[in-house]
């Protein structure tokens, strides 16, 4: 990890000379111990470690963002309704990111730097959806609720900052993606084989019997397969964030020449491949294929040929490699396509599809009730169950992430979504001529897309921790990386 990040850079040199002209009058007045100053080598060697332990902090915030291991704050039950959606909670990878926001702003005040706020069209939404979310605390169905979630933002839009700011290259990413997949593959790929939970629940694992009420698991032929896990709360989670991974992972192995790690990163793509089929989870194959496509075809587009190949051929392989799997669970895998045997025949596809068409209904309903202020940042579900008491599927938002927006912060809201939505793509467009289109840009393009086709199909990439995780990471990048070139072009012009 670039030796632990980055090297510590001490000007011992630069005081010396001052020291030896102090004279000895000068000496004893320093020498009091009321007056004693922090040497300016010792505040810049402390400023150095805060920063480095703050990129440290980031990388297993990445590492660990599909852990459900949790500590409840406050227990706030409001049944049928998920726990989750109300409790207030702290996560692994929360407790990281307060780690790293915190040992970043030691780091500043110990030694000031200028910071980047990157390009507005990106930045602005973000800080106008964080201050929406507060707002929305004053008409909200729970103010309490929506204040904990814009606290949460708040503190996204700090990993935002840092994200643009110490971030060079998405290939810094790939030890973290790496861990990712490592330890949730081994723990999913272990589910599926034994169709039952690992005794892991110290770590996070749910309690996993495909043939209880309320684990995820794919019909067919009369079978209950138990779909994969990890330590994640749902399989469609850890699918997001094992193809996000992979996408870096992708960008790492096309920029490799050459040596023995080329192999461990197929070996580990290889593994988060595997799982990720495991996961049955189709959001995450369609951003893994959307956004390797985009990354692929940029990257021959632009000049980068032998990248493009390199990773076309490390996708190939990891087909390849997928085959035998695919052929044994093929009644599994075309259920979940909708291919061979019929919907009717297999009842929970059919609810979830009826539970989806039912919640984008009355999401409708409730943003036409409240148009312009929403029901309060996170609090979707009790809304939900204020309007439909009686309501035949759980309380749960759309799975539609720019409705579930629109629902609960109102149209303004709504309208600052659409923006960090959009604008990139119309950024990249306009820009094409003045942008050089780094390895890192198109990889992180490929993520942005990844995390934009994940929210036109489920909801946790607005709702939840690991989603939220994966979509602020993935615009801080991408801004990261665009406003760099642009930077470098004007200093070039």
Known sequence: MKSAGRQFQMQHADTAPYQASLSGDQLEVLSKPEETKVPRSVQIQAADFARETAYVMFMLTIATIPWRLRITIL????????????????????????????????????????????????????????????????????????????????????????????????????????????????????????????????????????????????????????????????????????????????????????????????????????????????????????????????????????????????????????????????????????????????PSEVQSIGERQLLDQSANRLFAQHPLTGVGLGAFPLALQQVFPNFPVDYQPAHLVLLDVAVETGLFGALFYLVLLTAPWLALLLRRKQLNFSVSLIGASALLLAISLTSLFDYYTWLLVPGRLLAWLAWGLWASFYHAELQSEAAYA
């Open 75 to 346: 227990k706030r039950p409001q049944l049928p309704i998920y726990g989750d959606y109300t409790d207030f909670l702290l996560f692994i990878p929360d407790i990281l990111l307060l780690l790293t926001l915190l040992f970043w702003m030691l780091s500043l005040f110990l030694r000031s730097r200028r910071i980047r706020l990157g390009p507005a069209f990106v930045s602005l939404p973000l800080a106008g959806i964080t201050l929406i979310g507060g707002v929305s605390v004053l008409s909200s169905v729970d103010p309490a609720l929506s204040a904990y979630h814009t606290l949460r933002l708040l503190f996204l839009f700090g990993f935002y900052l840092f994200i643009l700011n110490e971030i060079q290259s998405l290939q810094d990413l790939a030890l973290p993606a790496g861990l990712l997949i490592f330890s949730q593959g081994l723990v999913g790929i272990a589910q599926v084989l034994s169709q039952h939970s690992l005794n892991l629940q110290s770590l996070g694992e749910y309690q996993l019997d495909p043939s209880w009420n309320g684990v995820s698991i794919v019909w067919a032929n009369g079978v209950r397969f138990l779909r994969a896990y990890g330590l994640s709360d749902h399989p469609n989670i850890l699918g997001g964030c094992l193809a996000c991974a992979l996408l870096i992972l992708g960008v790492k192995y096309a920029s490799i020449k050459s040596g023995s790690l080329r192999s461990v990163y197929a070996a580990l793509f290889g593994l988060g491949a595997l799982t990720l089929f495991l996961t049955f989870s189709r959001s995450a194959w369609v951003a893994l294929i959307g956004g390797s496509l985009l990354g692929i075809g940029l990257l021959y587009k632009v000049g980068h040929a032998q990248e493009a190949k390199q990773w076309f051929s490390l996708s190939l392989s990891s087909l390849i490699l997928l085959s035998p799997f695919l052929l044994n669970l093929a009644p599994f895998l075309g259920v979940r396509l909708g291919i061979g045997e019929s919907f009717s025949q297999v």
